[in-house]
């Protein structure tokens, strides 16, 4: 882990929504260290400043890939990047979804709009070895089908159920309408016996932490993504703290059996 941003070359920029991009990252020279699933870089746009971003692809040749929605003068100045462009990387930081855990047992991916970015390199690993799993399903919702990422891709995970819904939907929308949790109903999977990871608004993931632990699912078994406002990486600032955590050295990963009681503290 370096304290200096490296310089990463941009090398696919593809539009996900009206509002987020994601970039295909190389290093010009030195590579960072591995990154987990879950973890999350500091991503440098000279000129601007730096943003914690979760990697939503982990290449062989030490690239990454960042989807981004733009919400501030970095992220913006990010979402305008293009091929042939250099940012800057500092990583890898945070805790992982800890995948190993889930080996033998189904595993449900629940996300909520741009929640599936994060959650995408732990797709890619179980798609890669279905035999070290159980049953796979993919859960994504988002507030209009405009705001769902992935759309393409999602429909060539051929060995993992998946399941799309939207909040609002448009006049060539013929798929659920609902909140993402009415989709657990046709999920295939035994809740005595599985993994689960979340990632979305914190509305979404308390929703969706209580019904699967309400299911059966044992809350330790549960994997959320928390998001809240990090900006150091390193636990300094104060700014990500979430009762006794500080999601960006303590998360953004924990388990239900942690978040829960403090994503139900009203204005916590």
């Known amino acids: 882990m370096t304290a200096v941003p490296v310089p990463h070359l ?22 960072l260290a591995d990154f987990a699933p879950g973890q999350f870089a500091m991503v440098h746009c000279f000129g601007r400043g730096e943003i914690p971003l979760s990697v939503s692809s982990v290449q062989a040749t030490g690239g990454l890939a960042h989807t981004i929605r733009s919400v501030g003068a970095v992220s913006e100045g990010l979402c305008a990047a293009r091929a042939g462009d250099v940012v800057g990387l500092r990583g890898p930081y945070g805790t992982s979804w800890e995948l190993e855990r889930a080996r033998g047992r189904d595993v449900v991916v629940v996300a909520g709009g741009i929640g599936l970015a994060p959650l995408r390199p732990l797709i890619l690993r179980v798609l890669a070895e279905p035999e070290a799993f159980g049953r796979f399903s993919v859960l994504a919702g988002a507030r209009t089908p405009g705001g769902l990422i992935a759309r393409d891709e999602i429909g060539l995970w051929r060995t993992a159920y998946t399941g799309l819904t939207v909040d609002w939907p448009d006049a060539g929308w013929d798929g659920d309408v609902g909140v993402v949790t009415r989709l657990l109903d046709r999920a295939p999977f035994e809740p005595g016996d599985a993994c689960a990871f979340v990632c979305g608004p914190e509305p979404m993931i308390r929703a969706t932490g209580r019904d699967l632990a309400r299911r059966g699912v044992a809350p330790e078994r549960i994997r959320v993504s928390l998001e809240r406002n990090m900006r150091c990486a390193t636990g300094h600032c104060g700014h990500c703290q979430l009762g006794p955590l500080l999601v960006c050295r303590d998360g953004p990963v924990v388990g239900w059996d942690r978040a829960e009681p403090l994503l139900c503290v009203r204005e916590l």
């Open 10 to 31: 941009v090398v696919d920029r593809r539009r996900e929504t009206e509002e987020s991009v994601t970039l295909r990252l190389e290093p010009v020279a030195q590579a």
